[in-house]
């Protein structure tokens, strides 16, 4: 298995563009999350699915920031318009039952400027 | 909710020596897991760990839910063991929380 597969690795924009993070999380896994770490702020839940339907989003910092999950392959979080302190690194992270092993993609580190 | 602490927030060590990560959690929990993130931010599943304890390894972990706290232990260390090591837990439903970390350096 390939593991949970996050696009762009690094992500350098200008503030007020649209962002769009991608993750494919790892086949047969039911439950998939987005999380944000920062220095400041350390690892944060942003939101989770379960078999492709959003159950808690209340991570999720303000309304500029959406996701969604169209299938069971793929997942993507979105920001418009972004902003200087959006700037972090953000993992998608899939598991077979809630809270119990957890994968990890690599992370996408957003810069925007 | 629930709060999480780690101590110490960092720790030197010269390879081979042992070592001992402690998290405490302000409630009771039905989910508790270590993870270490690597100095290149890849972040690896340790232990799911809600009571008692498991061995993986040079690496071993104890939960005493009653207590409220879980240790990681890391015997005969590696310059690999370096990175930062997270307990994150989870009450009854809540979101999972993770602790600030441990940041562990391993000296050769």
């Known amino acids: 298995d390939a593991g949970v597969i996050q696009s762009p690795r690094h992500e350098v924009t200008e503030m007020g563009q649209e962002v769009t993070l991608r993750c494919k999380p790892i086949?047969?896994?039911?439950?998939l999350f987005w999380y944000r770490q920062t220095m400041m702020r350390g690892l944060e839940l942003l939101i989770y699915?379960?078999?492709?339907?959003?159950?808690?989003d209340s991570g999720m910092p303000e309304d500029r920031f959406s996701a969604k999950m169209p299938n069971a392959s793929f997942s993507t979080l979105k920001i418009q318009p972004s902003e200087p302190r959006d700037s972090a690194v953000y993992f998608c992270?899939?598991?077979?039952?809630?809270?119990?092993?957890?994968?990890f993609g690599s992370g996408t580190r957003l810069t925007v400027v | 909710g629930i709060q999480v602490e780690q101590s110490p927030p960092d720790l030197i060590l010269q390879e081979g020596a042992n070592s001992t990560l402690r998290c405490n959690f302000s409630d009771s929990v039905n989910n508790l897991q270590w993870f270490h993130q690597n100095p290149w931010g890849q972040l690896i599943n340790l232990f799911y760990i809600p009571s008692g304890t498991k061995q993986n390894g040079r690496l071993s972990a104890t939960t005493v839910a009653t207590e409220r706290y879980s240790l990681l232990y890391i015997s005969s260390s590696q310059t690999t063991d370096s990175g930062v090591y997270f307990c994150?837990?989870?009450?009854?439903?809540?979101?999972?929380?993770f602790g600030p970390g441990t940041r562990l350096s391993v000296l050769p």
């Open positions: 086949s047969g896994h039911d439950y």
């Open positions: 699915f379960n078999n492709n339907v959003p159950i808690d």
């Open positions: 992270a899939s598991s077979r039952l809630q809270g119990y092993g957890y994968t």
């Open positions: 994150a837990v989870e009450n009854y439903g809540q979101n999972f929380v």
